[in-house]
């Protein structure tokens, strides 16, 4: 965990919304990381708590001896969706190798970062995914029952009727090599919400791309309260079926496709064995 990589440009996407009370810390933790070459592309939607405000000044400490904060700044809540394009799109222009996408709440362990971009450089896959539904992935020991179901049973009702394999469709937590990005076609993803995790999966699988999914323990926010209430679960579960009919001719079947399979499961090639992050590790 110590140990730093080989350097690469790693662009970590961050959506914000009300997110002010842990925006520093967060990027505090991302920069203490052994990453020389590591960017973060802040996009927040006028959050009214003055979450820009604090990025801007986050932006302004830490581009003084190189660019390492941008900060954009949308003028309304346009939805998670878009966000994410736009950030992508930020870090793209600005040369990014790989670009990471997680929440600004620690819901997403920054300990895990180092590890997924060891797999994706050891493995070469186009993606890795941070999984709670594989073997190896947990939950916050706080959820309640109802609410593991409901994530669970979200995730089964997504691969059903999307008929692809990705265990974890609503994992927010996902390294993407640059050009796997460039070939998604950005502007043809058009969710806008939390149904723009699953679009992005489904995507991937079926245009081919290279994925794995390493195991993650998956926390409770540390502040505030989920931005996904009752509503928005409704819509995205309704939005699946609308991926179906909206990308229906591009992924038809097609010949020479990248095979979606594990890097233990290809020839010549040594099992390989994710690295372990402790539960506990301090973030």
């Not at 593991?148 to 469709?169: E, G, H, P, Q, T």
């Not at 979606?260 to 499961?265: A, D, E, H, L, W």
Request: charged share 25%; glycine share 6%.
């Amino acid at each position: 965990m110590e140990a730093s990589v080989r350097p690469s440009k790693l662009t970590i996407v961050v959506p914000t919304y009300n997110e002010a009370s842990n925006l520093e810390e967060l990027v505090d933790t991302l920069f203490a990381l052994p990453l020389p070459d590591l960017r973060l592309v802040i996009v927040d939607d006028n959050s009214p708590d003055g979450t820009g405000a604090v990025a801007d000044l986050l932006a302004q400490n830490f581009n003084r001896s190189q660019h390492r904060i941008t900060a954009i700044h949308r003028p309304r809540k346009d939805g998670l969706g878009t966000a994410y394009v736009e950030g992508f799109r930020r870090a793209l222009a600005e040369g990014a190798d790989y670009i990471l996408q997680m929440d600004a709440d620690f819901s997403h362990n920054p300990a895990y970062i180092i590890p997924m971009l060891g797999v994706i450089r050891a493995t070469d896959m186009d993606v890795v995914i941070g999984s709670r539904y594989v073997p190896g992935g947990t939950l916050d020991q706080d959820w309640s029952l109802w609410r593991k179901l409901l994530s669970w049973w979200a995730n089964l009702y997504c691969r059903a009727i999307l008929r692809i394999r990705v265990r974890d469709m609503t994992s927010g937590f996902k390294l993407w090599q640059r050009t796997a990005l460039q070939e998604i076609g950005l502007e043809t993803v058009r969710s806008n919400g939390y149904v723009f995790t699953v679009e992005m999966a489904y995507l991937s699988e079926r245009l081919g791309f290279r994925i794995i999914e390493l195991p993650i323990h998956f926390e409770d926010r540390r502040i505030g309260h989920s931005k996904m209430n009752t509503r928005v679960k409704i819509e995205s579960a309704l939005r699946v079926w609308e991926l179906l009919w909206r990308h229906r001719s591009r992924l038809s079947p097609r010949t020479g496709a990248r095979q979606n399979i594990p890097p233990s499961n290809r020839p010549g090639q040594p099992a390989y064995q994710p690295p372990k992050v402790p539960r506990d590790t301090p973030t």
